[in-house]
């Protein structure tokens, strides 16, 4: 790490190889991203794939407290994503089921937010697992009071419609609130901003005073 935080990054990857072939968690978590992004190494998904494959398989049953919880369980989110579109060219072949498996581990016992926007995304889409808005809006809402933005976003717009959750507009614009102020601070996902917009457009003055009430004590009950 030192000599990828200098510059060096392909002595920081001959350094990761070693420590990974010594099983170091953070070794192969790094590797897999470095792969992943192109990151200091020629772009590999395959061999991303080969290392998070590898952490999750080693690491499968780590205690969620324990320091290496967050990186065995983002290698978890990684290979269900993977699974989701397979990897072209590779004897990794699309398999949704799989991806719900991957996203499920995680979500579930590691209690990560990621896997649980992604999960319940695939519940939202009927994707490698039957259709169920109302499992998409439970997952949503336990990435949601972990701060997770997408989740807020996406659960204060069925929360709105009415969809797989009974209506509850106030609460609705109060969770997309929050998640446009994460929005615009971060600079990123555009989709938030617009679903925000179309809401308050939509929302009565009694609706937008509720909201403004609950996102208080939201705030407050955080504190």
Do not use: C
Not at 2 to 8: E, L, S, W
Not at 32 to 42: H, I, L, N, P, S
Not at 101 to 120: C, G, P, R, V
């Amino acid at each position: 790490m030192r000599d990828y935080n200098a510059g060096d990054k392909i002595g920081a990857a001959a350094a990761l190889e070693y420590a990974a072939g010594q099983g170091h968690t953070l070794a192969l978590w790094k590797l897999g991203r470095m792969y992943a992004d192109g990151d200091g190494v020629e772009h590999d998904d395959l061999k991303a794939f080969e290392y998070f494959s590898k952490l999750a398989d080693q690491h499968a049953d780590e205690s969620p407290d324990s320091p290496n919880a967050m990186v065995v369980s983002s290698a978890f989110v990684a290979l269900g994503t993977y699974f989701l579109d397979g990897i072209k060219g590779t004897y990794v072949s699309a398999n949704p089921a799989r991806a719900v498996e991957m996203f499920s581990y995680a979500a579930s016992y590691f209690s990560d937010s990621n896997a649980q926007y992604n999960l319940a995304r695939l519940y939202m889409e009927g994707t490698g697992v039957s259709r169920d808005p109302r499992q998409a809006a439970r997952w949503l809402n336990l990435a949601a009071e972990k701060g997770h933005p997408p989740s807020q976003a996406l659960l204060g717009h069925m929360l709105i419609n009415g969809q797989g959750v009974p209506r509850q507009r106030a609460k609705g614009l109060m969770w997309l609130t929050l998640a446009r102020e994460a929005a615009t601070a971060s600079g990123k996902d555009q989709w938030i901003e617009s679903l925000y917009e179309e809401a308050f457009a939509n929302a009565g003055e009694s609706d937008r005073k509720l909201a403004l009430a609950l996102l208080e004590q939201y705030i407050q009950s955080r504190h």
